[in-house]
C-alpha cells in the first residue's frame, strides 16, 4: 500500500486577530492549503474538523462544510485536545490509503484570544477536570501539569533552569519567524522572575493563547497531477492512550506518548535517530521534556541538561519547535496542534527560511491532549 502524502499546508496569521472568527479561521486556512496543493474545491472529497471554544457546534464540520460549500464523500469532527490535530492528520491517511477519500482537508482554528472574555479560554479548560475528584477542589491544567514537574524535579533531577531553558529557545526561534505571536526575547531570568502560575511553573511556562487556524490537504499518492510543491509522506503515525484525569494515571512518569512514537518509527521504519526535525506538543515546559525522554529522544533524566545545553536548537542534537511552538509562535485550540505540522511540512520542504534546519529529510510531529492524556505521533518525509 502506498503511504499517503501531504500535498498542501497553510496557516493564518495568528495571535492579536480582532475581528477574526471561527469560520473565517478555518475557511482562510483551508483556501490556503487547497490552493497550496494545487487543488480546486471541488477536488475535495473528504474533510475533517476538529472543535472550537468560540463557536461551540456540536457538528463543527458540517457547519464548515456548509459554510465553504463543500459535499464530502467523507465528513466528521474529531475532539481529542491538543492530540486532534495529528489524530486527523492519521484519520485522513486511513482515508485515503483504503481508497475511500483522494483528498482530504483537515482544517482547525479558533478566535480564543479575541473572540472569548478575559481568561475566558483559561475557565473553560479549568472544567476538564474530574468532576467529583478534581473539579470541586481547584484543580486547574497549570496545577495538574506542575504535579507531574514536581514529581519530575524530585525523581529525576530536573531544575527550574533546565525548563525555562525550553522556554527560551521557543523564544529565539519565533524571532525567526515573522508571524510568530511573541517575539520579544526572554532569557532564563526572565521566565524565573515571572508571575507563578501553579508551582514549580511560571507564566512564562505556560503556552500562549492566540487567534488563528491552520490546515493541510493530505491526499492518496497516485492522485497524480501538477502539484506545485514537494509532497510529504506520512510514513508513519501511532497513538498511545494511559487515561483522561490525573488523578487516574498510573503514572507520572510513563504516558501514552511512548507507545504512540514506538508505533509510528515501527511504520516508518526508522528510529528516533533518524529524526532531522521535530514538532512537539509543548503546552507547558514541562509537557515537552517528559515527552523527548518517553518518546525515545533522550534518556531519562538527560533532557533537561541537554535543553539547557542547547540541544533543542536549530543546530543543535535535535532541532525541535523550529517555529517557536505553542510557547511563542501561539496556540489556538486543535490549531495549535496543527501548526505543529505545518511547521515540519515547511520544514521537509525547505521553507522554512531563516528558520531552516539544513538538509531536513524527516521530521517528528508529536500531538497531546488533556493532562497527557492522549497522545497521536506522525513521521514524514520528504518525497
Do not use: W
Request: glycine fraction near 12%; proline fraction near 3%.
Amino acid at each position: 500500500m502506498k503511504k499517503a502524502i501531504i500535498t498542501g499546508a497553510y496557516d493564518t496569521d495568528v495571535g492579536e486577530l480582532p475581528g477574526s472568527s471561527c469560520m473565517g479561521l478555518h475557511a482562510d486556512a483551508a483556501l490556503g492549503a487547497i490552493a497550496d496543493a494545487g487543488l480546486n474545491k471541488s477536488d475535495i472529497d473528504g474533510v475533517l474538523c476538529a472543535y472550537s471554544f468560540t463557536e461551540p457546534h456540536l457538528m463543527l464540520s458540517s457547519v464548515f462544510c456548509e459554510y465553504m460549500g463543500l459535499q464530502p464523500k467523507f465528513n466528521a469532527a474529531i475532539v481529542v485536545g491538543g492530540a486532534t490535530a495529528c489524530i486527523m492528520v492519521m484519520q485522513a491517511a486511513s482515508l485515503v490509503e483504503s481508497g475511500q477519500c483522494r483528498n482530504v482537508l483537515v482544517v482547525t482554528g479558533d478566535n480564543r484570544l479575541t473572540g472569548m472574555a478575559k481568561g475566558g479560554a483559561v475557565a473553560t479548560l479549568a472544567k476538564v477536570g474530574h468532576g467529583q475528584f478534581e473539579h470541586p477542589y481547584g484543580m486547574s491544567v497549570p496545577a495538574a501539569y506542575a504535579l507531574v514537574a514536581t514529581h519530575y524535579m524530585n525523581e529525576y533531577g530536573v531544575t527550574s533552569e533546565q525548563l525555562a531553558s525550553i522556554s527560551v529557545t521557543a523564544r529565539e526561534h519565533a524571532m525567526m519567524n515573522s508571524k510568530a505571536h511573541r517575539q520579544t526575547p526572554i532569557t532564563i531570568e526572565d521566565v524565573l522572575n515571572s508571575r507563578m502560575i501553579a508551582s514549580p511553573l511560571h507564566v512564562l511556562d505556560c503556552c500562549l493563547i492566540s487567534d488563528g487556524g491552520a490546515a493541510i490537504v493530505v491526499s492518496a499518492a497516485d492522485s497524480g497531477g501538477d502539484r506545485p510543491k514537494t509532497s510529504i509522506e506520512i510514513m508513519g503515525t501511532g497513538q498511545g492512550h494511559t487515561h483522561e484525569h490525573i488523578m487516574a494515571a498510573p503514572s507520572l512518569s510513563d504516558f501514552g506518548c511512548k507507545q504512540a512514537a514506538r508505533t509510528a518509527f515501527e511504520r516508518a521504519g526508522v528510529t528516533a535517530k533518524d529524526i532531522d526535525v521535530a514538532e512537539i506538543y509543548d503546552s507547558f515546559t514541562i509537557t515537552l521534556l517528559v515527552e523527548l525522554e518517553s518518546i525515545g529522544f533522550f534518556e531519562r533524566g538527560e533532557a533537561g541538561p541537554a535543553c539547557l545545553d542547547g540541544a533543542l536548537k536549530i543546530g543543535g542534537r535535535l532541532p525541535c519547535n523550529t517555529h517557536g511552538g505553542l510557547m511563542s509562535y501561539g496556540h489556538s485550540g486543535a490549531a495549535g496542534g496543527m501548526f505543529h505540522v505545518v511547521e515540519a511540512v515547511r520544514q521537509l520542504r525547505h521553507e522554512a527560511e531563516g528558520r531552516q534546519v539544513e538538509d531536513s529529510q524527516l521530521a517528528f510531529v508529536h500531538g497531546d491532549g488533556g493532562i497527557l492524556s492522549a497522545h497521536c505521533s506522525l513521521v514524514l518525509g520528504r518525497v
